[in-house]
């Protein structure tokens, strides 16, 4: 039995094929087009997939749709209606394109697929829920998911056993943590839907001192982690903003302007917000916990894609063992569609466990070796191949060793937004100038961004304060106490920014100004590749840790193809590129005659 799963026309469009309640491919559409955050159909995405499988569009049994566009249009039309006058200019700009495409998907997917199959819908959080148990190792569990908003819900939880989930309780719209953290991230002058991890990584630099007025004014938290959004202070319902004039007056001013300099205000307010947001998160898993009676949790939705609200919700011990889906958001919703339908609808047991079931998320294109030297040729551009893993692990771990930057592009490309080590940008950890560097030099990107450390799995609890697997770069955790470095009176008295360039432990380049890091756990099953790297550079260093980030520049999706791996290195300021078993150094290549403007093209993101 074969199912394509599909999300679309919101944002992060994906398509998914599952055969027998087995993953084979899944995609993001913005690696194929190069428009970040795609919304449009995922045709390139669904073609990959069909290929991928070695099938025709029309050897499928069904396709999967990840939520329903009659309920999703039902809430716009009653939200307009509720607050009309205001929010004329939204209606008119919506309904249009709902009544020209969105009400008449099922025309359209076949359409696009070009096959005349069964299409089913589910619901958008049944779509999340699914996302995250089904590929779980737990044969129960209580699930939650937490979002902007899917139809009318925002949030959800139940109970997942064997081949059914149930949802037992939903927080509807206007009423989302989801909404609100992206409220914030407007308000600090990011970009909704694509901002919200500046906001979390830029917190750290700020103190929690609106907390309390966000608690006062904004939202009605209760205990059970219900709570209501005082629409006052925002505009998201009928308005062109995220917020309103009154939240103006409330923080002491409008928000910020987009590249303008960011304020300890900026920085208190990032803060505020995600402290309140790991409060609201809690105190779900407190009462799903209890309802449920349930030792195991799993999590889908954007909100789950928050590292540092896992590590905490992991650390309170509330549950023994959390499971996150790795493509968390709407993207994950194609994956998520096609499992509801395979075990809800067609009534289908949950294969046999072995190992991995997502396959450490490895699930888009590959290329071969000489497929990359066809390119390569096309560019007239020298390189090494080596003949064996070992030869250029070895040889890649001497030039990280020297300080040198790599583009890392191996194997399957990943299934949702982070970069784990097959489509990765990386660099050593023990550099003190490597965060600089790399955001200034090669990301173009802000200063006070942080990086995540790679690590080789059996020796995580060495470095950093966690006790289980981080695989999908889901987690936050302290670096080790006795890897930290003693900070002078000095600089424990710097404020916001100024602590950026204090190194606070042997591994500098991955440890944010509040001793944590958001980790990935490097296994031998899933990626032995990128395992054997780390090896090397341990054997070499003595450290099995490396900087990971994805490969790409800051408003570029991470590169999909060795074309496009080849352009970003030749753009940046990267020393090393490794396709596969070829390596690639900077000084040997050709001058570069691409376009000298392409960073103003993507200077917003």
Excluded at 498 to 526: C, F, G, M, W
């Amino acid at each position: 039995m074969r199912i394509l799963g599909i999300s679309a026309f919101y944002h992060d469009s994906a398509a998914c094929l599952i055969e027998d309640g087995q993953v084979i491919a899944a995609a993001q559409e913005e690696r194929f087009t190069r428009k970040r955050h795609d919304a449009a159909f995922p045709k390139q995405a669904v073609e990959f997939c069909l290929k991928q499988g070695g099938i025709h569009a029309e050897q499928l049994d069904s396709i999967a749709f990840y939520d329903k566009p009659l309920l999703k249009f039902d809430r716009i039309l009653e939200t307009h209606l509720a607050f009309a006058p205001r929010g004329l200019r939204t209606y008119m700009m919506a309904v249009p394109l709902w009544i020209a495409e969105k009400l008449w998907m099922p025309t359209v997917i076949s359409r696009e697929v070009a096959a005349n199959k069964p299409i089913l819908f589910a619901e958008h959080h049944e779509s999340h829920a699914a996302s995250a148990f089904f590929p779980s190792p737990f044969e129960s569990a209580a699930v939650l998911t937490v979002d902007g908003v899917g139809e009318w819900a925002t949030s959800s939880y139940g109970v997942g056993r064997g081949n059914k989930i149930e949802i037992l309780q939903e927080t509807r719209f206007p009423h989302s943590l989801g909404l609100l953290y992206s409220a914030f991230t407007y308000f600090t002058g990011f970009k909704v839907n694509s901002g919200e991890y500046k906001v979390m990584g830029l917190a750290p630099y700020g103190e929690p001192r609106y907390a309390q007025t966000i608690l006062d004014h904004l939202i009605d938290l209760k205990e059970d982690g219900s709570f209501a959004v005082n629409l006052d202070y925002f505009d998201y319902c009928a308005g062109l903003r995220m917020t309103s004039d009154k939240m103006n007056t409330l923080f002491g001013g409008p928000p910020r302007k987009v590249e303008s300099a960011l304020t300890q205000r900026e920085m208190d307010l990032a803060r505020s917000v995600q402290e309140v947001t790991e409060e609201i998160i809690l105190r779900m898993a407190r009462y799903v916990r209890i309802t449920t009676g349930e030792r195991h949790l799993c999590l889908a939705g954007g909100v789950a894609l928050n590292c540092v609200a896992n590590g905490k919700l992991l650390r309170s011990g509330i549950f023994d063992d959390i499971y996150i889906q790795p493509a968390a958001g709407d993207a994950g919703g194609a994956l998520g569609a096609a499992l509801a339908v395979y075990h809800h609808h067609h009534d289908q047991p949950r294969p046999a466990r072995k190992g991995d079931w997502q396959r450490g998320s490895y699930l888009g294109p590959e290329y071969s070796d000489a497929a990359v030297a066809d390119m390569l040729q096309t560019k007239s551009a020298p390189s090494v191949l080596h003949k064996d893993d070992d030869s250029l692990c070895a040889e890649v771990s001497r030039l990280l060793a020297e300080d040198k930057v790599a583009g890392w592009f191996q194997g399957r490309m990943e299934f949702g937004p982070r970069a784990l080590g097959a489509r990765s940008i990386i660099g050593d950890a023990r550099s003190p100038e490597m965060q600089k560097k790399m955001n200034l030099k090669i990301k173009y990107r802000e200063s006070f961004r942080p990086f995540a450390p790679a690590v080789l799995a059996e020796k995580v609890g060495e470095w950093f304060d966690i006790d289980r697997p981080s695989p999908s770069m889901l987690m936050v955790a302290d670096v080790k106490k006795e890897k930290q470095r003693t900070m002078t009176e000095d600089e424990q008295k710097l404020w916001g920014i100024d602590k950026l360039n204090v190194p606070r432990s042997e591994i500098p380049a991955v440890t944010h100004v509040d001793y944590s890091a958001r980790l990935q756990t490097v296994h031998r099953e899933t990626n032995p590749i990128f395992h054997k790297l780390l090896t090397h550079f341990d054997q070499r260093t003595g450290c099995p840790v490396l900087v990971n980030t994805s490969f790409n520049v800051r408003g570029e999706p991470i590169v999909e193809s060795p074309e496009q791996a080849y352009i970003c290195f030749m753009r940046t300021e990267m020393d090393v590129l490794v396709l596969g078993h070829h390596v690639l150094l900077k000084e040997d290549q050709p001058a570069w005659q691409g376009d000298e403007n392409w960073k103003t093209e993507f200077a917003l993101d």
